[in-house]
């Protein structure tokens, strides 16, 4: 089994959908310990992700989808925001390259590198209390569940629900980074906005390969 264009397109439409669904809540999280845009910002990136997304040629690659939602979130999401996911993805199109179908290794090598791109841009580390508190643990579960021979499924789920630990785990934390970290132990018992986006957007790549790869009713009759 391994994951391709459809996967990632239906990925990137999932993660429009759910960062619509949870707009609200990210404004609320980022209202709580930054400026209250965060929700707002990547809801107009995503929707503007999928007005492009119509336009990919017939032969596009996973790495053609993702440098397109690099491109996108770089150019129309303000703040911090942008910058950091759109080089995450920008590295992670460029981790997969032009290969068709990505099976588990390519799927690490791919989170890794989001990983790698946003500690690049933020200089962020473990602790700091940003969206690499989600994306790290993600990166780690994935490279275990790969060591154990799990599937592609299986990896982007331990991924996901690893990312969803790391964002709640960022609550009790001192922010070191951006606006947050003016408040100081303000900013304790407040969830990362950032990590929390995160853990969607990875929950979101888990539960469209899940969905990709579910037999079809029927299909054996």
Do not use: C
């Amino acid at each position: 089994m391994s994951l391709g264009i459809t996967w990632v397109k239906d990925w990137i439409t999932e993660s429009a959908r759910v960062v619509s669904e949870h707009r609200v809540e990210l404004i609320t999280l980022d209202r709580e310990i930054g400026d209250g845009d965060h929700g707002e910002n990547l809801d107009r990136g995503f929707s503007a992700v999928m007005v492009k997304l119509v336009d990919l040629p017939p032969d596009a690659v996973p790495g053609d989808a993702l440098k397109l939602v690099a491109t996108t979130l770089i150019s129309t999401v303000g703040g911090a925001s942008g910058p950091l996911l759109g080089t995450a993805y920008l590295k992670a199109a460029v981790a997969v390259g032009k290969e068709p179908e990505l099976d588990g290794a390519a799927l690490v090598a791919m989170l890794t590198a989001a990983r790698d791109g946003a500690v690049l841009r933020g200089k962020a580390e473990v602790g700091d209390k940003t969206m690499i508190d989600a994306w790290t643990p993600a990166v780690d579960a994935a490279a275990t569940a790969l060591a154990e021979g799990r599937n592609e499924v299986e990896i982007l789920q331990a991924a996901a629900d690893a990312a969803a630990a790391g964002a709640e785990s960022t609550e009790p934390l001192v922010a070191h980074k951006g606006r947050a970290s003016y408040l100081g132990e303000r900013a304790i018992g407040h969830r990362d906005p950032g990590a929390q986006s995160s853990a969607l957007l990875i929950r979101a790549a888990a539960e469209t390969a899940a969905a990709d790869s579910a037999p079809v009713s029927g299909a054996e009759d």
